[in-house]
């Protein structure tokens, strides 16, 4: 029984590790080889396009001020949408997609997926899918795991049910309370290159408060700084990304019957 039990354990521990595998790609030093060896998942498109995408909304009071901004500046972009966030506000989600914008998937919570299991996953997911189609009109292609915290269940439910997952390549850090639209415009156009995917954040649930002003006033000159490169910012839709990820990356799932 001893061995037995051994057994099962050492069985358990080993699913557990090779679900944790694609978590590896949000450590920040690895950001780089990320980009390099995963392409698909990090966001590289088409070189004479940057993909402009924000997380954590739709939010009344800071969401609007961002399509505002975008009217503005001529720009669309995808919101990647929480569950939550948008239950509270559905007529949010329709007017992001009425004006323009793509809408994608953040999940349900904001809650790193390595905490939980395949099931709650896959329900998690497709509760907020739901729900963005059924708010916003559009069913939703892509999905970014909170804190780009990708597990191969995560990965393999998204893929499932017809959503591909989307990091980035470059990000604002935006969230904290220090950032400043100089610092995001910095931070953002340090290593940014065509084809790459911007991270910015139009809401402050898992921010400092009103980080996203931050994200807001940089919004210009990062527009600027892409068209003075000659790169067409948008959307993930006009993005141009491979057909399909690396198969290493999302196992396939078991057929069915």
């Known amino acids: 029984m001893r061995?037995?039990?051994?057994?099962?354990?050492?069985v358990a521990g080993g699913a557990a590790l090779l679900n944790a595998v694609?978590?590896?790609?949000?450590?920040?030093?690895?950001?780089?080889l990320r980009t390099r060896l995963l392409p698909?998942?990090?966001?590289v498109g088409d070189p004479g396009?940057?993909?402009?995408?924000?997380d954590d909304g739709p939010d009344r009071f800071s969401t609007p001020r961002?399509?505002?901004?975008?009217?503005r500046i001529g720009v669309k972009a995808t919101f990647f949408l929480l569950g939550f966030m948008l239950e509270r506000d559905p007529a949010l989600g329709r007017e992001i997609a009425d004006r323009g914008h793509?809408?994608?998937?953040?999940?349900?919570?904001?809650r790193p997926m390595l905490v939980r299991g395949p099931l709650a996953i896959r329900d998690d997911l497709a509760r907020a899918r739901d729900l963005v189609a059924g708010a916003t009109g559009r069913l939703p292609a892509h999905y970014r795991p909170p804190y780009g915290i990708a597990t191969a269940a995560a990965l393999i439910a998204a893929r499932d049910l017809g959503m591909r997952p989307v990091l980035w390549t470059s990000w604002g850090q935006d969230w904290r309370a220090s950032a400043t639209p100089d610092s995001v415009f910095a931070t953002v156009t340090g290593n940014l290159r065509g084809g790459g995917t911007i991270l910015l954040h139009d809401c402050d649930c898992t921010s400092a408060p009103a980080a996203w002003r931050s994200a807001l006033g940089a919004l210009?000159?990062?527009a600027g700084h892409?068209?003075?490169?000659?790169?067409?910012?948008?959307?993930?839709?006009?993005?141009?990304l491979p057909e399909r990820h690396p198969a290493a990356i999302v196992p396939a799932p078991a057929p069915h019957g």
Request: aromatic share 6%; proline share 8%; net charge negative.
């Open 3 to 10: 061995r037995v039990l051994k057994a099962a354990s050492a």
């Open 226 to 240: 892409c068209q003075e490169r000659g790169w067409k910012l948008g959307p993930l839709a006009e993005h141009g």
């Open 220 to 222: 210009p000159r990062i």
């Open 66 to 71: 961002f399509l505002d901004a975008l009217d």
């Open 22 to 32: 694609p978590a590896l790609t949000s450590i920040q030093p690895l950001e780089p």
């Open 102 to 110: 793509e809408v994608a998937l953040h999940g349900w919570l904001h």
């Open 40 to 43: 698909g998942l990090a966001g």
């Open 49 to 54: 396009h940057v993909a402009l995408t924000f």
